[in-house]
C-alpha cells in the first residue's frame, strides 16, 4: 500500500503535502483537478458538498489514477458514515467538530479492524484504490489509513492537549471559519491567530500532523512558513469562478 498512499507518503517524508477541494460530484471533474501536477491529495466533501457515498467509489479509483490521494470528509462522527467512506478505498478519513477526546477515540476505533478497533470487515471494493489484493489491504489498512480530525470550535480548542495525545489519530486539521465562529471572534484576528497557534503547538508536541484549509496559494505559504505539514490550496469552486470573473474583467477593461 506505501506504493499508492501518496498524501501519506509526503508527510512521512516532511515535504509539503498540498491538496485541493472537491465539491462537486462527477469523475471528470475529478479527473481534471487530479491531473494537475504537485497534488499530494483531494479532499471528497461529502460534508458541505453535493457528494453522497453512491459518489465515493468513483471517485476514489479517479483521483487514485492520477497519483493522488483521496480524503473523504463524512458529515458526522458516525459509525455507519466512517464505514461507508473507508469502504469504498478512501485514502484517509476526515471528520468535523471533533470536540473533545471521547470523540476522537470513538473516530479512531471506528475506522480500525480489531484488534486496534471494531471497524466491521466486509467489502469486496476496498482495495482497489490501493492496488493490493484484499488480504493486503485487511492487514495493511490499519497502518496506511489516515485518520484526520477537524479542531474548528472552542471545546475543540481548549481539548486539544488531549486529542492530539488519541493513539492513532493521525493529523489535527483546523477549519478556521467555524473556529472563527464558534469563538466569536474576527477571523483572521489576533484571538483567532493565537488560536490557530494554539492547535500548532498542542499537535506538534504529540507527534502528530498539522494541517489546515486554505484558499489560496498565498494562504498556503503561511501557514507552511509557520509549521503546518498539510495544507489545501484550493477549492473547485472557488477557482471556476475566480478564473471566470477574471477573464469578465479583462474582456470589459
Known amino acids: 500500500m506505501?506504493?499508492?498512499?501518496?498524501?501519506?507518503?509526503?508527510?512521512?517524508?516532511?515535504?509539503?503535502?498540498?491538496?485541493?477541494?472537491?465539491?462537486?460530484?462527477?469523475?471528470?471533474?475529478?479527473?481534471?483537478?487530479?491531473?494537475?501536477?504537485?497534488?499530494?491529495?483531494?479532499?471528497?466533501?461529502?460534508?458541505?458538498?453535493?457528494?453522497?457515498?453512491?459518489?465515493?467509489?468513483?471517485?476514489?479509483?479517479?483521483?487514485?489514477?492520477?497519483?493522488?490521494?483521496?480524503?473523504?470528509?463524512?458529515?458526522f462522527a458516525e459509525g455507519w458514515l466512517i464505514k461507508r467512506a473507508l469502504d469504498s478505498g478512501a485514502h484517509g478519513l476526515m471528520v468535523p467538530m471533533v470536540h473533545n477526546a471521547k470523540i476522537a477515540r470513538s473516530v479512531v476505533s471506528?475506522?480500525?479492524?480489531?484488534?486496534?478497533?471494531?471497524?466491521?470487515?466486509?467489502?469486496?471494493?476496498?482495495?482497489?484504490?490501493?492496488?493490493?489484493?484484499?488480504?493486503?489491504?485487511?492487514?495493511?489498512c490499519n497502518e496506511y489509513l489516515l485518520t484526520i480530525l477537524q479542531i474548528e470550535s472552542r471545546e475543540g480548542l481548549d481539548n486539544i492537549d488531549e486529542i492530539a495525545a488519541v493513539e492513532g489519530a493521525d493529523v489535527m486539521f483546523i477549519g478556521p471559519f467555524d473556529l472563527a465562529k464558534s469563538m466569536q471572534v474576527q477571523f483572521g484576528g489576533d484571538e483567532h491567530e493565537k488560536a490557530i497557534a494554539t492547535v500548532l503547538k498542542a499537535t506538534q508536541a504529540?507527534?502528530?500532523?498539522?494541517?489546515?484549509?486554505?484558499?489560496?496559494?498565498?494562504?498556503?505559504?503561511?501557514?507552511?512558513?509557520?509549521g503546518f505539514d498539510m495544507v489545501s490550496i484550493a477549492t473547485d469552486t472557488a477557482s471556476i469562478t475566480r478564473d471566470l470573473t477574471l477573464q469578465l474583467e479583462t474582456v470589459r477593461a
Open 2 to 75: 506505501d506504493k499508492c498512499t501518496f498524501l501519506r507518503a509526503a508527510l512521512r517524508a516532511k515535504q509539503p503535502a498540498l491538496g485541493t477541494w472537491l465539491t462537486l460530484p462527477g469523475t471528470a471533474v475529478a479527473r481534471t483537478i487530479a491531473s494537475v501536477p504537485g497534488l499530494q491529495w483531494m479532499l471528497i466533501d461529502a460534508e458541505h458538498g453535493q457528494i453522497t457515498d453512491k459518489d465515493y467509489y468513483e471517485l476514489n479509483n479517479s483521483i487514485v489514477s492520477h497519483g493522488v490521494s483521496p480524503i473523504i470528509r463524512i458529515p
Open 110 to 140: 471506528l475506522a480500525k479492524f480489531p484488534p486496534q478497533g471494531e471497524r466491521g470487515f466486509g467489502s469486496p471494493f476496498t482495495q482497489h484504490a490501493f492496488g493490493v489484493s484484499a488480504s493486503d489491504y485487511e492487514t495493511q
Open 206 to 226: 504529540a507527534g502528530k500532523y498539522a494541517s489546515i484549509f486554505c484558499l489560496s496559494g498565498e494562504q498556503a505559504r503561511k501557514r507552511l512558513d509557520q
